[in-house]
T-cell receptor
Framework: DGGITQSPKYLFRKEGQNVTLSCEQN?????MYWYRQDPGQGLRLIYY???????QKGDIAEGYSVSREKKESFPLTVTSAQKNPTAFYLC??????????????FGQGTRLTVV | DQQVKQNSPSLSVQEGRISILNCDYT??????FLWYKKYPAEGPTFLIS?????DKNEDGRFTVFLNKSAKHLSLHIVPSQPGDSAVYFC????????????FGQGTRLTINP
């Protein structure tokens, strides 16, 4: 059963602590993405990776870090430098660059709350 | 600068009638457009897409229209059903670039019985 798995679904963090959100896919997709959704707003791109061991900043990368050591995995770390980390985080994957259609498939999301 | 805009935050439609959701974009490099449907606390699910070489794509009750000269696309749902109530996001991609999707703010569609 192919898909994208995000864990955990709900996460609470104390202010000043780093936290890592997990994202795993078994779709054999080259590209992976992290988006953030805030109430009343669209999805904003945090980081993306088109290939293993390579990633680029999106529109709101400050206070976040990522790694792409394996094709299947793209974890996101929310650092203490992120000023407003409480949000709904979505991971996605797609086939990647080329002439194929760029539909991205999303995980179920992780709701992070800073307490 | 918002490259993809959905100017209607919400839309209410009677069951059985047509729902029309609109989206505008500013980046002329975008060559592929998608619509996603999202329920609360879930990830978006892909609905329908259109390449810039077409002006219409149809899939069952869903049709997407693209007007490149106006940089405008729309999603038509007919007939609308209660299960269609959700937030709909428009997204655009430059396939010659990184293929990352740029999303609009979303439109909350409510289908009334």
């Amino acid at each position: 059963d192919g898909g994208i798995t995000q864990s955990p679904k709900y996460l609470f963090r104390k202010e000043g602590q780093n936290v890592t959100l997990s994202c795993e896919q078994n779709l054999n997709h080259d590209a992976m993405y992290w988006y953030r959704q805030d109430p009343g707003q669209g999805l904003r791109l945090i980081y993306y990776s088109q290939i293993v061991n390579d990633f680029q900043k999106g529109d709101i990368a400050e206070g976040y870090s990522v790694s792409r050591e394996k094709k299947e995995s793209f974890p996101l770390t929310v650092t203490s430098a992120q000023k407003n980390p409480t949000a709904f985080y979505l991971c996605a994957s797609s086939i990647g660059s080329g002439i194929g259609a760029p539909e991205a498939f999303f995980g179920q999301g992780t709701r992070l709350t800073v307490v | 600068d918002q490259q993809v805009k959905q100017n209607s935050p919400s839309l209410s439609v009677q069951e059985g009638r047509i729902s029309i959701l609109n989206c505008d974009y500013t980046n002329s490099m975008f060559d592929y457009f998608l619509w996603y449907k999202k329920y609360p606390a879930e990830g978006p699910t892909f609905l329908i897409s259109i390449s810039s070489i077409k002006d219409k794509n149809e899939d069952g009750r869903f049709t997407v229209f693209l007007n490149k000269s106006a940089k405008h696309l729309s999603l038509h749902i007919v007939p609308s059903q209660p299960g269609d109530s959700a937030v709909y996001f428009c997204a655009a991609s430059d396939r010659q670039g990184a293929q990352k999707l740029v999303f609009g703010q979303g439109t909350r569609l409510t289908i009334n019985p």
